[in-house]
Nanobody
Framework: QVQLVESGGGLVQAGGSLRLSCAASGRISSYVGWFRQGPGKEREFVARILWSGGVIYYTDSVKGRFTISIDNAKKTVYLQMNSLKPEDTAVYYC?????????????????WGQGTQVTVSS
């Protein structure tokens, strides 16, 4: 069974940075992704990375500002968020998929963390 635990959220001013961490336990062989859900919004894809590394995708709104990375030895996936904007405010979730044939839709992912709140003030 895969378990995911996010950390690193908080309150930051616009233009600031945060680094989220997703600590994983259990066997992961496919993609780990970051999603977010803002107030009154649907959960949306942010970024994903193949567990073995080398394959990364971002949603357009975060390209150039967010960086997803992985430390296989620590079984941890990071999301470095720079140049944060108020519209980045959301609960951020880490998710892992069983299948390698996944994209950006939440229902394609099988395991989820509890989420961590990110609030960006203007």
């Amino acid at each position: 069974q895969v378990q995911l635990v996010e950390s690193g959220g908080g309150l930051v001013q616009a233009g600031g940075s945060l680094r989220l961490s997703c600590a994983a336990s259990g066997r992961i062989s496919s993609y780990v992704g970051w999603f977010r859900q803002g107030p009154g919004k649907e959960r949306e894809f942010v970024a994903r990375i193949l567990w073995s590394g080398g394959v990364i995708y971002y949603t357009d709104s975060v390209k150039g500002r967010f960086t997803i990375s992985i430390d296989n030895a620590k079984k941890t996936v990071y999301l470095q968020m720079n140049s944060l904007k108020p519209e980045d405010t959301a609960v951020y979730y880490c998710a892992a998929a069983k299948s390698i044939f996944v994209g950006s839709r939440p229902h394609e992912y099988d395991y989820w963390g509890q989420g961590t709140q990110v609030t960006v003030s203007s």
